[in-house]
């Protein structure tokens, strides 16, 4: 006789990397908020961290987006990755928000073509816990699997701030004429 207890089980992974990305934004924004008071020395450990949560949420949020975008310069949203972006409710969340996204955006006053790629998806992720995302993230929870691919909210927002960035460069065509001319 066979028990359940007896089969094999195979257990999904304790983290996804949209998690291990989440914790470690909440350590860096609380150790921040720790220190702030602390003077010159503190805000130079503020922005090297900022730089290693930039370079965390950029690297593995583009391994999770990667079969969605073309790799060129500048990227593109793949058929697919266009496909997934409407499906899963972000190019409806990008235009009910335009307004917002575009006016966060331009805070960060990027210089370069580049510096509005990562900032849009910098700007988007900062918002991902407000309930603008619920579409998205219901997206996500009832799909976790789209075209043979896992998904998770970081691939959902790479691939949403590169609608993003398009419409910013709709609205700011004279840094993208700069950085082409450069």
């Known amino acids: ?21 989440a914790i470690c934004a909440i350590i860096v924004s609380t150790v921040i908020i720790a220190f702030q008071a602390r003077g010159k020395t503190i805000k130079e450990i503020k922005n090297g961290i900022i730089r290693i949560e930039k370079f965390l949420i950029f690297q593995f949020g583009a391994a999770a987006a990667g079969i969605f975008m073309m ?41 370069t073509a580049l510096d509005v790629e990562n900032n849009s998806f910098e700007v988007l992720f900062k918002n991902s816990d407000t309930e603008m995302f619920r579409e998205v993230k219901d997206f996500i929870y009832n799909n976790p699997v789209y075209e043979g691919t896992q998904i998770n909210l970081t691939s959902i927002v790479k691939i949403s701030s590169i609608y993003l960035r398009d419409k910013y460069f709709e609205k700011h065509p004279d840094i993208l004429e700069e950085s082409a001319g450069s």
Do not use: A, Y
């Open 1 to 21: 006789m066979i028990f359940l207890s007896d089969l094999p089980v195979s257990k999904p992974p304790l983290f996804t990397t949209g998690d291990i990305i």
């Open 71 to 111: 790799n060129q310069s500048p990227t593109r949203l793949s058929v697919v990755g266009i496909k997934l972006l409407k499906e899963s409710g972000g190019m409806k969340l990008i235009d009910e928000n335009i307004d917002l996204f575009i006016s966060s955006l331009k805070s960060t006053l990027p210089k």
